[in-house]
């Protein structure tokens, strides 16, 4: 629990890894799945503060595939999939704001259909194979939670010249002094790993080991982080306090 200046309390429970006997602790690391939008949003935003990134120009201009982009309107009688160009271009802050278009494979059973027919893999398998879905509908007419973020970690790649983690690493985790967080953890962070736990039809909860992710392997940044609670509480201090935490200024105040 943390405010602006200071963490209020901080505590573990239980178990990392249910029936391993390792205790979880202030520095167990976990994936973090979606907290990662928000790194990735801030890492966008310290661009667009630097003029190499547009909210409202034509996020095309800066990754033509989506230009490309069509929409996904039904299944003709043989099952295959109905699309449609797209009635305008997506933007940053469209993507940002998940009003781009862009869906969930496990959310929207349309999306799902069309992965299985087109043999495109989803998120979960392949996640750079996977920006290649359709939009579910024309950017900016409505909401729909999605891999939005996972285009903007393209856009910051191409506009930075670099990879999303070494970006993030350089202008955010680095400076604020998040050394437990990455998309690849390192030795000492493996160490310290949870698990995933799932629960199962009798109530019981049953650990499900995640794969490591490797050097190279895409980089989501949607969903792609693994981190402490001690390194996002310093992530959200630094937001609480308009960009600014002890000293070190990463957003400016309006961006925030």
């Not at 602790?25 to 630097?50: H, N, P, W, Y």
């Not at 190499?52 to 230009?67: H, Q, T, W």
């Not at 109905?82 to 494979?105: I, K, M, V, W």
């Not at 190279?216 to 992530?235: C, Q, V």
């Given at each position: 629990?943390?405010?602006?200046?200071?963490?209020?309390?901080?505590?573990?429970?239980?178990?990392?890894?249910?029936?391993?006997?390792?205790?979880?602790?202030?520095?167990?690391?976990?994936?973090?799945?979606?907290?990662?939008?928000?790194?990735?949003?801030?890492?966008?935003?310290?661009?667009?503060?630097?003029?190499?990134?547009?909210?409202?120009?034509?996020?095309?201009?800066?990754?033509?595939?989506?230009?490309?982009?069509?929409?996904?309107?039904?299944?003709?009688?043989?099952?295959?999939?109905?699309?449609?160009?797209?009635?305008?271009?997506?933007?940053?802050?469209?993507?940002?704001?998940?009003?781009?278009?862009?869906?969930?494979?496990?959310?929207?059973?349309?999306?799902?259909?069309?992965?299985?027919?087109?043999?495109?893999?989803?998120?979960?398998?392949?996640?750079?194979?996977?920006?290649?879905a359709p939009l579910l509908f024309d950017p900016g007419t409505r909401w729909q939670y999605g891999i939005g973020l996972d285009w903007v970690g393209v856009m910051i790649e191409t506009a930075?010249?670099?990879?999303?983690?070494?970006?993030?690493?350089?202008?955010?985790?680095?400076?604020?002094?998040?050394?437990?967080?990455?998309?690849?953890?390192?030795?000492?962070?493996?160490?310290?790993?949870?698990?995933?736990?799932?629960?199962?039809?009798?109530?019981?909860?049953?650990?499900?080991?995640?794969?490591?992710?490797?050097?190279?392997?895409?980089?989501?940044?949607?969903?792609?982080?693994?981190?402490?609670?001690?390194?996002?509480?310093?992530?959200?201090?630094?937001?609480?306090?308009?960009?600014?935490l002890d000293g070190v200024r990463v957003l400016a105040a309006p961006t925030v």
């Amino acid at each position: 629990v943390v405010d602006r200046d200071s963490v209020r309390y901080e505590g573990a429970f239980g178990e990392r890894s249910l029936g391993s006997g390792h205790a979880m602790a202030a520095d167990t690391v976990g994936a973090i799945f979606s907290m990662t939008k928000a790194v990735t949003a801030a890492a966008a935003m310290q661009l667009v503060e630097r003029g190499r990134l547009s909210l409202d120009a034509p996020a095309s201009d800066v990754c033509p595939e989506l230009g490309a982009c069509a929409v996904l309107t039904g299944f003709d009688e043989s099952g295959r999939p109905e699309l449609r160009p797209a009635a305008s271009s997506t933007t940053l802050r469209q993507l940002l704001t998940h009003t781009s278009g862009f869906g969930y494979d496990i959310w929207n059973a349309d999306l799902m259909r069309w992965h299985e027919v087109t043999g495109v893999p989803t998120m979960g398998s392949d996640g750079r194979a996977a920006l290649a879905a359709p939009l579910l509908f024309d950017p900016g007419t409505r909401w729909q939670y999605g891999i939005g973020l996972d285009w903007v970690g393209v856009m910051i790649e191409t506009a930075a010249g670099t990879s999303l983690g070494e970006f993030i690493a350089e202008n955010l985790t680095g400076p604020l002094g998040m050394a437990d967080t990455g998309f690849v953890p390192t030795a000492s962070m493996l160490e310290r790993r949870s698990a995933m736990h799932i629960r199962l039809p009798d109530g019981s909860l049953m650990p499900l080991d995640l794969p490591v992710p490797e050097h190279g392997a895409f980089e989501s940044g949607g969903g792609g982080l693994h981190g402490t609670m001690g390194d996002y509480g310093r992530f959200i201090r630094m937001m609480l306090g308009d960009g600014e935490l002890d000293g070190v200024r990463v957003l400016a105040a309006p961006t925030v």
